[in-house]
């Protein structure tokens, strides 16, 4: 799966950004059959898992995160999103894309770099 992350960029504390997601040939599975999620990774930081959703759109949220963040699928057109609101600066980071199969096989996106000035 090429999955193909966008929306990144800089902006403002308070302010809001929409990732997005596409994954335009699957070769896992179906896009409906994929479990998403996003992750991101600060600099000096591990990796660290935001909000996956699964394949009947339920979501979960990393606690930093929740009541600001909101991750929804729109399978028709193969895509994820993350809408972004009330950024901090500690929110700054690379963000990635996730797709797992029912089998297990994984598939990661290129990062998109979001960046929240203080």
């Known amino acids: 799966v090429q999955l193909q992350a966008s929306g990144g960029g800089l902006v403002q504390a308070g302010g809001s950004l929409r990732l997005a997601c596409v994954a335009p040939?699957?070769?896992?599975?179906?896009?409906?059959?994929?479990?998403m999620a996003w992750h991101r990774r600060a600099p000096g930081k591990e990796r660290e898992l935001v909000a996956p959703?699964?394949?009947?759109?339920?979501?979960m949220y990393a606690d930093s995160v929740k009541g600001r963040f909101t991750i929804s699928r729109d399978n028709g057109k193969k895509t994820v999103y993350l809408s972004m609101n009330n950024l901090e600066p500690e929110d700054t980071a690379v963000y990635y894309c996730?797709?797992?199969?029912?089998?297990?096989?994984?598939?990661w996106g290129q990062g998109t770099l979001v960046t929240v000035s203080s």
């Open positions: 959703i699964t394949t009947d759109r339920r979501a």
């Open positions: 996730h797709a797992r199969s029912g089998s297990g096989a994984q598939s």
């Open positions: 040939r699957s070769i896992l599975s179906t896009f409906n059959a994929l479990e």
